[in-house]
T-cell receptor
Framework: DTEVTQTPKHLVMGMTNKKSLKCEQH?????MYWYKQKAKKPPELMFV???????INESVPSRFSPECPNSSLLNLHLHALQPEDSALYLC?????????????FGQGTRLTVV | SQQGEEDPQALSIQEGENATMNCSYK?????LQWYRQNSGRGLVHLIL?????REKHSGRLRVTLDTSKKSSSLLITASRAADTASYFC?????????????FGKGTKLSVKP
């Protein structure tokens, strides 16, 4: 199984809503990532989890709150978002500590904030 | 922040032609990777070239790497309509996490049947 599964595929939320994005992988990868991709732009790294601990936060606003409940799951909790947060949110995973290996990406959640 | 530039930003070719995309980067690297993205969905890994390699092949893909010029190219031979997608180069893997990627701006390839 080389899949990273993200749910939901699409999400529309109001600025006062609280929602969560979910990501799951069963490849035994101990590094998991959240990326944000605006239209016609490349993905940009938001968070990195290594062995279920947050290792990198790329100065992301606190209205985005990541969580890694176990080695297979990664969540991104959303609260009080702004319309400019509308984007494709991509989850990825990779082997931790191994050089020269690839990252596996999910299909993304397309988020619209209204 | 973006690692560098890719050119061209958009490329339109006929089926059967070859497509060449270039990528430049700014920092020293362990490896450089190329990913493909269809219609703004997930990214699919195509090929990885290590910093001590100069050329690598995978099926219809050929990647070159010139570390002295901090540049790479991706060649897709005998293109097909199904190759229509955006292609990104990426570097990273810092701190032992290979998915800490910095992506180039990407090339949008359109292959006309």
């Amino acid at each position: 199984d080389t899949e990273v599964t993200q749910t939901p595929k699409h999400l529309v939320m109001g600025m006062t809503n609280k929602k969560s994005l979910k990501c799951e992988q069963h490849m035994g990868h101990r590094a998991m990532y959240w990326y944000k991709q605006k239209a016609k732009k490349p993905p940009e790294l938001m968070f990195v989890y290594s062995y279920e601990k947050l290792s990198i936060n790329e100065s992301v606003p606190s209205r985005f709150s990541p969580e890694c409940p176990n080695s297979s799951l990664l969540n991104l909790h959303l609260h009080a978002l702004q319309p400019e947060d509308s984007a494709l949110y991509l989850c990825a995973s990779s082997q931790q500590g191994a050089r020269n290996t690839e990252a596996f990406f999910g299909q993304g959640t397309r988020l619209t904030v209204v | 922040s973006q690692q560098g530039e890719e050119d061209p930003q958009a490329l339109s070719i006929q089926e059967g032609e070859n497509a060449t995309m270039n990528c430049s980067y700014k920092t020293s690297i362990n490896n450089l990777q190329w990913y493909r993205q269809n219609s703004g969905r997930g990214l699919v890994h195509l090929i990885l070239i290590r910093s001590n390699e100069r050329e690598k092949h995978s099926g219809r893909l050929r990647v070159t790497l010139d570390t002295s010029k901090k540049s790479s190219s991706l060649l897709i031979t005998a293109s097909r309509a199904a190759d229509t997608a955006s292609y990104f180069c990426a570097t990273g893997g810092y701190g032992g996490s290979q998915g800490n990627l910095i992506f180039g701006k990407g090339t949008k390839l359109s292959v006309k049947p």
